[in-house]
């Protein structure tokens, strides 16, 4: 059910913005709408997800009715904040959104083009596990505005999605590829690597399957051991191995190489597109630091510097909104301090860099020895930007450390 919520200031009950809060109209604004269900908890998840059998409270078939009185509030919220501005995009994660009915899923998006509108060439965007896309549910999704659709494959080798608890049909994944295909859905595949018990082939074999998709767009993700998941527990207790920090390096350089050689270009650290229209925007979106509304339990906001999350249980959302109130757990306004570092954290993260002129006067020197031992590229620091190398992306922790202690 997800790690613990952070600490920070009380939310006032309606949900207004600071008074003093500058929110620029110039900023692009994104919601992100947030389905927590899952059919099976995966041992590696710690998303802020439930099973049916652990919502206690909440019911499955009124969530998109709960979600959309969240939508209201926040209408009314930016309204007074007087910056009323579309939605450039839309993102529906999860959970698996698409264990709702389609027509749910077209209803929250109805409610967040009624209460904000959205921009021209909006990119709208749906989370599916494999097992659930039909060609009927792509078709309702396409109609109500749906522009892409991310499919969970993770692996297409047997034993590493059993060591992951993923129990969908590796088969699957091509149909619901081809059904989004049918409706002129953009697509992006989403991979994980290093599983326990996967090697350097199976890596190589889901990237071949991935590829043969000819997908838009590739996210590849290094499994992260999380605290308080089954898999943590297991490692724990020496039932499976930890994952192997050399082999998921060779394993990047796979995935890097192999996507490079069939016309795709990274812009994130773990993000490949065949073309710069097929980027993410919505993740971009956070990466550069832009505004965005979480909807959902246990969502995150950001809006002009102020940051809140909801309460994490789909009950207690549920219960806050039908008394009137703001599901916002808490919020904070990190100081300049924390927004410098978390600035080079994000922005360094991404192909076009981040300025050097934004770096600290005292850190600016450190980008000469990140060149020096191939961190960052040269030429384009020389250009005033600071870009990973591969090496860089594979040591992106040590290159953010430098530059800000």
């Excluded at 596990?129 to 060609?135: A, C, E, G």
């Excluded at 016309?263 to 919505?282: K, Q």
Aim: proline fraction near 6%.
């Amino acid at each position: 059910m997800g790690s613990a919520l952070p600490v920070g200031d009380p939310a006032p009950a309606d949900g207004a913005l600071p008074a003093d809060l500058a929110v620029d109209p110039a900023v692009p604004f994104g919601v992100y709408l947030h389905v927590p269900f899952c059919r099976v908890r995966c041992g590696y998840c710690d998303f802020n997800t439930y099973t049916a059998t652990e919502l206690r409270g909440a019911r499955q078939d009124q969530y998109a009715d709960t979600l959309l009185r969240e939508v209201e509030l926040a209408r009314g919220v930016l309204s007074g904040a007087r910056a009323p501005r579309a939605a450039s995009t839309v993102f529906f994660g999860g959970g698996t959104p698409t264990l709702l009915p389609p027509g749910d899923l077209a209803r929250m998006l109805d409610g967040v083009r009624d209460a904000f509108g959205l921009t021209d060439g909006a990119e709208i965007t749906v989370e599916a596990n494999p097992d659930t896309v039909t060609d009927a549910v792509a078709a309702t999704l396409a109609e109500a505005g749906v522009t892409r659709l991310s499919v969970g494959m993770q692996s297409s080798v047997p034993h590493v999605l059993a060591a992951l608890d993923r129990t969908h049909d590796p088969a699957n994944v091509r149909t619901a590829v081809a059904a989004a295909r049918g409706v002129d859905l953009d697509v992006s595949v989403d991979l994980i690597y290093g599983a326990p018990g996967e090697s350097l082939d199976d890596w190589r074999d889901s990237l071949v399957t991935a590829l043969g998709l000819e997908p838009d767009h590739v996210s590849a993700y290094a499994l992260i051991v999380e605290e308080g998941t089954k898999l943590a527990r297991q490692i724990r207790r020496g039932e499976v191995p930890a994952p192997d920090d050399d082999l998921q390096a060779d394993m990047y350089e796979l995935a890097d190489g192999m996507l490079t050689g069939a016309g795709f270009s990274w812009y994130e650290v773990s993000n490949w597109a065949r073309d710069d229209a097929h980027r993410a925007r919505h993740n971009l979106a956070y990466w550069r630091g832009d505004d965005w509304w979480g909807f959902g339990p246990g969502a995150h906001s950001h809006i002009a510097g102020l940051r809140w999350w909801n309460v994490k249980h789909p009950a207690a959302y549920a219960q806050r909104l039908a008394a009137g109130t703001s599901p916002a757990a808490a919020r904070e306004r990190p100081d300049a301090v924390a927004r410098a570092l978390e600035s080079v954290l994000l922005r360094t993260r991404i192909r076009e860099g981040m300025p050097v002129a934004d770096l600290p006067d005292d850190r600016r020197a450190a980008v000469a020895g990140l060149i020096a031992d191939d961190l960052v590229d040269g030429a384009a620091a020389v250009g005033g930007r600071v870009v990973l190398t591969l090496r860089g992306r594979l040591l992106a922790d040590a290159v953010v450390r430098a530059l800000t202690e």
